[in-house]
């Protein structure tokens, strides 16, 4: 995965090794998942905590609670009032927030690790900038495999994200990328493994983003 504490981006691989932290790198996003990923915590964040304590609910199916999930809180996650803005409070702003945090989950391809794929998890705060990320790829007509992004933190914020377009895919490195996505290599990461215990129920249907006007990319050879 990567971690993005500190605003910095970590990469920590399978055995947790733990790369040198970077500011800034340019990878690629072979895949997301499919519908929005929850999570929720019954207890409060401790910085000071030197030990990772799993979330007591979360989905990433769409439908509600994972089978997984230790405590679910409700039936579906549309019914769910840990769902609901204003089940809690930002420490931060004060407004009224979710207390089961949305978050979109992508796959990453870094050229400097070779072909590992890591899982970079977006939360609400960079939500705005990843949308518009996401208009400016489907203006042009094209997966976001098809392109170098640069990832970043935005100015005078915590953990906010940036996401901009660096140039063309080479054939090579698509190459390789269509291999990961054709050996599913990215299914666990974006999360389209997980079952929820409500399996009756039928997925949402899934927003579509509208295009904007987007900067220009050099000519696609």
């Known amino acids: 995965h990567i971690s993005i504490q500190g605003n910095k981006f970590t ?3 399978a055995s947790g090794n733990e790369a040198q932290p970077m500011l800034s790198f340019d990878g690629y996003i072979i895949d997301v998942s499919d519908f929005m990923n929850k999570r929720y915590y019954d207890k409060e964040y401790d ?6 304590e799993p979330p ?7 439908i509600g609670p994972s089978r997984e999930a230790a405590k679910p809180q409700s039936m579906t996650c549309e019914s769910c009032p840990q769902n609901v803005r204003g089940s809690a409070t930002s420490k931060m702003s004060g407004a009224a927030i979710k207390a089961c ?9 870094n050229p400097a690790f070779g072909a590992m794929v890591f899982q970079l998890v977006i939360t609400p705060g960079s939500f705005k900038n990843w949308k518009a990320f ?5 203006n042009y007509k094209v997966e976001p495999s098809w392109v170098l992004t640069r990832f970043m933190f935005e100015d005078k914020t915590n953990g906010v994200l940036n996401f901009s377009i660096v140039n063309w895919t080479s054939p090579e490195h698509l190459a390789v990328l269509d291999g990961a996505l054709a050996e599913r290599k990215t299914d666990l990461i974006v999360g389209r493994l997980d079952v929820p215990r409500t399996a ?8 579509q983003a509208q295009p904007n006007t987007a900067a220009q990319l050099p000519p696609n050879q």
């Not at 609910?57 to 769409?62: I, L, P, R, T």
């Not at 996401?134 to 489907?138: D, H, M, P, R």
């Not at 009756?200 to 927003?207: C, I, M, Y």
């Open 134 to 138: 996401v208009n400016t790829i489907e």
């Open 47 to 52: 910085q000071k905590a030197t030990t990772y």
């Open 200 to 207: 009756a129920l039928p997925p949402p249907v899934q927003n």
């Open 101 to 109: 945090r949305d978050e979109k989950w992508l796959a990453i391809v």
């Open 11 to 13: 990469f920590v691989d």
């Open 56 to 62: 007591v609910c979360w989905s990433s199916n769409g």
